[in-house]
């Protein structure tokens, strides 16, 4: 059902470009075939320089659009192609997407230039959730009425209160750059999961306060709204994401609301901070500290979970049609299959 929902959800897209008489009709990125020619306006993702073994350069693109994301190679007018090209800019290329069993799948560029803002719109560009923000914050709410200690409740309001400044920036966030969630939303469809996993198996191991493990759940990837930036065509790291660390600014922005509060009990701060702190799960991994209570466990196993998993749904999007293999992904560290696209 994902699999024809996303469908779906390209077909439509496609459709509603095709009817609107303003916008030249495109063929969707997921729906590309073998040696379809490609004409039409995507967001570049990425760009890359290269240097063949004669010493010209080559450029690598990552294009996207609400369907999924293909590379693109431009062998011709690389550097000036790549002046263009910058992340989050819309272009119009032209091509041929061709599947080769030792290249992968490209889309071979023959014109690329910036796109007229009259020749797309940038819903159509974007990756979005298949979840709708109104059923993730609605769900948030009705997790946040679960917690019982009255500091927490207090700590989250402050972070998820329909009024706050902090929730204005956390509901819009991507969870990721690239592997889980990378796009508007993201962050709160993460989060939400995570949560809610953690909260349902929270009463099944004997010793976790489900209080501490829960808040800390929602609160473990705040330092992304500051690590990444806003632009939902070429989500990248901020001058401060890149220079201190999304678990470093978590950590920081959750002390920085506890000072705030008076009295907050200390053995929750400790509990709190230690698992913002060790969610990562081992040092080489970004965490200046590894778990070390039942809930720290607990909240990043999930949390690594949820990640993964957010990681097929994502090599789901790129695959081109027909195909049940995906390429070697870095976050899995192995390729992922898709059984019911041979079916």
Known sequence: MKQQALTDTAAATD??????????????????????????????RERELRRKRNGEPWLRLMLGDASGAAEAV???????RYALAAPGTPVHAVGVFEVSERWGSKIKLAELREAAPEEYRSEDLATGSEVSFERLESDLRELLETIQDPQLRELLERFFGEG????ARFR????????????RHGLLEHTLSVAQAVSAAAAFFPGIDRDVAVSSALLHDVGKTE????????????DAGRLQAEIPLGYYLVRRQIEEIPGFDPSLVQALLHIILSHHGSLEHGSPVVPATREAVLVHMIDNLGGRLGSFDRLERELPAGESWSSFDRALSGLAYFGQRAA
């Open 172 to 183: 819009d966030a991507p969870a990721a750059k690239i592997y889980h969630q990378a796009y």
């Open 164 to 167: 706050s400044p902090l929730w």
């Open 74 to 80: 431009s062998w011709e007018d690389a550097e000036a």
């Open 227 to 238: 690590a990444y930036n806003d632009d939902p065509l070429a989500i990248d790291l901020t």
């Open 15 to 44: 459709t509603a470009a095709a009817a609107d008489t303003s916008l030249p009709a495109r063929v969707a990125l997921r729906e590309l075939d073998d040696g379809q020619r490609v004409k039409g306006v995507y967001a570049v």
